[in-house]
């Protein structure tokens, strides 16, 4: 059974930092591209950040400078370390192989994700 555990979210001021991680049973992330994606209220579910299965990294512009994205293939997790966060930052974060997995109803999967939110 595949399951993604989000954590590390929490509450800090802006300029603060948090780390996430990402934790996969059921799927081995060492052969799959994985991004992090975020949500915020009212938004559409955005990728942020994109590790390959090369190493290569790609983030969107919002966050380029400011959020790393890595990989323990060893562990199986792969971890998004949030520099200098801003109050647009807030959202809830998700982590998945891409494209998302699959379900077994055809759906795509998604963690319960991790909520990070960063005050003015």
């Known amino acids: 059974q595949v399951r993604l555990v989000e954590s590390g979210g929490g509450l800090v001021q802006t300029g603060g930092s948090l780390r996430l991680s990402c934790a996969a049973s059921g799927i081995i992330f060492s052969i799959n591209d994985i991004g992090w994606y975020r949500q915020a209220p009212g938004k559409q579910r955005a990728m942020v950040a994109i590790?390959?299965?090369?190493?290569?990294?790609t983030y969107a512009d919002s966050v380029k400078g400011r959020l790393t994205i890595s990989r323990d293939n060893g562990k199986n997790t792969v971890d998004l370390q949030m520099n200098s966060l801003k109050p647009e930052d807030t959202a809830v974060y998700y982590c998945?192989?891409?494209?998302?997995?699959?379900?077994?109803?055809?759906?795509?999967?998604w963690g319960q994700g991790t909520q990070v939110t960063v005050s003015s």
């Open positions: 590790i390959r299965r090369s190493g290569v990294t």
């Open positions: 998945n192989i891409i494209p998302p997995y699959k379900g077994n109803d055809g759906n795509d999967y």
